[in-house]
C-alpha cells in the first residue's frame, strides 16, 4: 500500500530565505506527483504537476523536483515571502489507481 | 473557466439530519472525486467516478455515505443519517482520464454535526 510521508510537519523561517519541503513515497510505481497549498479553511491550489516521467518542473519562485528511484520529491522555495506561508501538501498518482494519495502536509511560517 | 464548484460552502446540521453535498466539475473533465480532510487523518479518498461509473468507493466509511454522478456535469455525496464524527471538511476534485494530468480541486464543503 502506497504510503506518502511530509516531513517536517510545521516550518518557521524568517522572510527571504531559499527553503526545501520534503516528501517521500513508499512505490515507485507512481503516474504523476503534484504539490498543492492549502490556505487556512480554504481549498486546495494546484502549484506543479511533474509527471513520472520528468525529473522537475518549475514556475516563478517554485522548483519541483522528482526521483523515483530514492522516493522522493522536494519542493524549493526561493526567497520566502510572508504571503508564501500556508499548508503544502504532496500528492501523488498511482501506476494502477486513479485517486491522489496525500501526505500530511508541512505547514509553512514565513516571518516577516 | 470557473473551476470545479461545490455546495453549499458551509452545512450545519443536527445528527440524525439528511445532508447533501453538490459538486459541479470542470466541463470536459470525466474523472470526479471525493474527498475528506480532517485534522487526524488528512485527506482520503471517498469515492470517485470515471466516465460518471463509480470506480473505486472503498473510502466510503459507512452504508451511511452515499454518492451518485447523474451526469457528466454533477454529482451528489449524501449522509443520511448523519453523525458529528461525519464533520469534516469534503472536497470534490475533477480531472482528466483519471487524473494522468493533475487535478483541480473545489473550495469544499465544511460539514458540521451537533
Known amino acids: 500500500k502506497q504510503e506518502v510521508t511530509q516531513i517536517p510537519a510545521a516550518l518557521s523561517v524568517p522572510e527571504g530565505e531559499n527553503l526545501v519541503l520534503n516528501c517521500s513515497f513508499t512505490d515507485s510505481a507512481i503516474y504523476n506527483l503534484q504539490w498543492f497549498r492549502q490556505d487556512p479553511g480554504k481549498g486546495l491550489t494546484s502549484l506543479l504537476l511533474?509527471?513520472?516521467?520528468?525529473r522537475e518542473q518549475t514556475s516563478g519562485r517554485l522548483n519541483a523536483s522528482l526521483d523515483k528511484s530514492s522516493g522522493r520529491s522536494t519542493l524549493y522555495i526561493a526567497a520566502s515571502q510572508p504571503g508564501d506561508s500556508a499548508t503544502y501538501l504532496c500528492?501523488?498518482?498511482?501506476?494502477?489507481?486513479?485517486?491522489?494519495?496525500f501526505g500530511k502536509g508541512t505547514k509553512l511560517s514565513v516571518k516577516p | 473557466d470557473a473551476g470545479v464548484i461545490q455546495s453549499p460552502r458551509h452545512e450545519v446540521t443536527e445528527m440524525g439530519q439528511e445532508v447533501t453535498l453538490r459538486c459541479k466539475p470542470i466541463?470536459?473533465?470525466?474523472?470526479l472525486f471525493w474527498y475528506r480532510q480532517t485534522m487526524m487523518r488528512g485527506l482520503e479518498l471517498l469515492i470517485y467516478f470515471n466516465n460518471n461509473v463509480p470506480i473505486d468507493d472503498s473510502g466510503m466509511p459507512e452504508d451511511r455515505f452515499s454518492a451518485k454522478m447523474p451526469n457528466a456535469s454533477f454529482s451528489t455525496l449524501k449522509i443520511q443519517p448523519s453523525e458529528p464524527r461525519d464533520s469534516a471538511v469534503y472536497f470534490c476534485?475533477?480531472?482528466?482520464?483519471?487524473?494522468?494530468?493533475?487535478?483541480?480541486f473545489g473550495s469544499g464543503t465544511r460539514l458540521t454535526v451537533v
Open positions: 511533474i509527471q513520472s516521467s520528468q
Open positions: 476534485a475533477s480531472s482528466l482520464d483519471r487524473g494522468k494530468r493533475g487535478y483541480t
Open positions: 500528492a501523488l498518482r498511482g501506476g494502477s489507481q486513479g485517486n491522489l494519495i
Open positions: 466541463s470536459g473533465h470525466n474523472s
